[in-house]
């Protein structure tokens, strides 16, 4: 299919609104509804979503469902201007990063709505959920949207690259950052002529921003500081915590576990696959088979591992994730209609997983016999109560070239750690100021 060409799926049907009150019971008023609903195209999705949408038609037989859907680098522009000009439809698919600046136009689930979706009230829909999964699509305490998909980042490892360094990939893998480093300068390789041939720990160059930032955030997390500040007031990226990782992941280059040369040309993620890397940051959703899929050669040698931690602290993972949010400019029918298809689009995780591989993180997936398609299960299992929302925080459009820029300066250009993070910081405050 030919870019920036949309996908129209005309399944419209004539529904009723169907009001659910406290008590559960159906009005009998036949008031016919309009759902416009907007999505991203990525391998066999669109065709599971229509299955879903007219499985949905089949149990409410009554409502108009005009249905779209476009590549995601198309879609990320056409919203944010649907939203700003008024021309948004009923409900769409959005990156968990834009709840934050997104709030104001999204409708929070009220306990009214709740109801209509066969909850007792909000908190019962935040039960439904693991709780490090719903954190992504909350924002003052509210619920703005459901994933439909989600995954957390972990370093994956090349299990055969440590057996042939004499190292015990269940042992000797790195729990601590510093760890990272001597574990890695026993993985890494130079060339007779000095240059560094294999890397240890790949690093993301060619990676959009929110990559930088997993890098760096987890060690943040763990320190109990956040780019930005809890109120949203100022940036932290001269806070001591953030000159702790930059100069850990500056050693890194430092000291030979990654190369500024590979770093900058190669594919992250190809190296790993390829054998070009030992480690690196990597999803969990369903990532070794499908990892081994696309690329046979790995078979049977990546490992999925927690992140390393720095000492007396406890390593955390960042979470990346795709909902469906509601319009909030929307009539309140509409919009009690089309978090009901919202609910009934995510209540059923068996069948996201086995047909496009995406995980939907509701409360108790993990005891389900289809959970055994997620090799590394436990651990996801895990990660998907205690994760937090990677770039889920206010002020992130403002922060997150800034950063990169400065990592860039930092790693690739030798800049000085502190100099570059108090520039970047002053930046993302006047950014933030003029916001205002």
């Not at 790993?272 to 969990?284: C, K, R, Y």
């Not at 602290?313 to 960042?318: F, G, I, L, M, S």
């Not at 009934?344 to 086995?354: A, G, H, L, V």
């Given at each position: 299919m030919k870019k920036n060409v949309f996908c129209l799926v005309g399944l419209v049907l004539i529904l009723s609104c169907i009001p659910v009150f406290a008590g559960g019971g159906r009005d009998a008023d036949t008031a016919r509804v309009e759902l416009e609903m907007w999505s991203i195209i990525g391998g066999n999705r669109l065709q599971y979503w229509e299955d879903r949408v007219q499985a949905f038609m089949r149990e409410y037989p009554n409502v108009t469902l005009i249905h779209q859907s476009q590549f995601q680098t198309d879609f990320e522009v056409r919203l944010p201007t649907a939203i700003a000009s008024g021309n948004a439809p009923a409900l769409w698919t959005q990156t968990y990063r834009s709840v934050v600046e997104y709030s104001r136009h999204l409708q929070p689930v009220t306990d009214e709505i709740a109801r209509f979706m066969g909850y007792a009230n909000t908190r019962?829909?935040?039960?439904?959920?693991?709780?490090?999964?719903?954190?992504?699509?909350?924002?003052?305490?509210?619920?703005?949207?459901?994933?439909?998909?989600?995954?957390?980042?972990?370093?994956?490892?090349?299990?055969?690259?440590?057996?042939?360094?004499?190292?015990?990939?269940?042992?000797?893998?790195?729990?601590?950052?510093?760890?990272?480093?001597?574990?890695?300068?026993?993985?890494?390789?130079?060339?007779?002529?000095?240059?560094?041939?294999?890397?240890?720990?790949?690093?993301?160059?060619?990676?959009?921003?929110?990559?930088?930032?997993?890098?760096?955030?987890?060690?943040?997390?763990?320190?109990?500081v956040d780019f930005i500040s809890a109120d949203g007031s100022r940036a932290m990226l001269d806070h001591p915590a953030m000159v702790e990782a930059?100069?850990?992941?500056?050693?890194?280059?430092?000291?030979?576990?990654?190369?500024?040369?590979?770093?900058?040309?190669?594919?992250?993620?190809?190296?790993?696959?390829?054998?070009?890397?030992?480690?690196?940051?990597?999803?969990?959703?369903?990532?070794?088979?499908?990892?081994?899929?696309?690329?046979?050669?790995?078979?049977?040698?990546?490992?999925?591992?927690?992140?390393?931690?720095?000492?007396?602290?406890?390593?955390?993972?960042?979470?990346?994730?795709?909902?469906?949010?509601?319009?909030?400019?929307?009539?309140?029918?509409?919009?009690?209609?089309?978090?009901?298809?919202?609910?009934?689009?995510?209540?059923?995780?068996?069948?996201?997983?086995?047909?496009?591989?995406?995980?939907?993180?509701?409360?108790?997936?993990?005891?389900?016999?289809?959970?055994?398609?997620i090799r590394e299960r436990e651990m996801v299992s895990e990660l998907s109560r205690t994760s937090f929302p990677s770039g889920s925080i206010q002020h992130w459009p403002e922060l997150q070239f800034v950063l990169q820029r400065a990592m860039n300066r930092i790693l690739f250009e030798n800049g000085d750690v502190v100099a570059e993070l108090t520039r970047a910081n002053n930046e993302v405050n006047e950014a933030i100021r003029n916001k205002r």
């Open positions: 019962a829909v935040q039960d439904a959920w693991d709780p490090g999964a719903i954190a992504s699509y909350m924002y003052d305490g509210r619920i703005y949207g459901l994933p439909w998909q989600i995954e957390y980042f972990v370093l994956a490892i090349n299990r055969q690259h440590f057996i042939n360094a004499g190292l015990d990939p269940m042992r000797d893998y790195p729990k601590t950052w510093d760890e990272l480093i001597t574990v890695g300068s026993r993985l890494s390789r130079r060339a007779p002529d000095g240059r560094i041939s294999h890397q240890a720990m790949v690093f993301p160059y060619a990676g959009p921003p929110i990559w930088y930032a997993m890098l760096v955030q987890p060690m943040l997390i763990q320190r109990g930059m100069n850990h992941l500056k050693r890194r280059f430092d000291e030979g576990i990654t190369d500024v040369a590979l770093s900058s040309t190669a594919d992250f993620l190809n190296s790993l696959a390829m054998g070009e890397t030992s480690m690196a940051l990597l999803n969990t959703n369903g990532a070794i088979a499908s990892f081994e899929t696309q690329f046979p050669q790995t078979a049977g040698q990546l490992m999925l591992l927690p992140l390393p931690a720095f000492p007396g602290t406890t390593a955390r993972h960042a979470a990346s994730s795709w909902g469906f949010a509601v319009n909030v400019s929307s009539s309140d029918v509409t919009k009690q209609w089309a978090w009901r298809l919202i609910d009934f689009m995510t209540k059923d995780p068996e069948s996201s997983m086995r047909t496009i591989n995406s995980l939907i993180p509701r409360a108790g997936w993990e005891n389900q016999e289809w959970a055994n398609l």
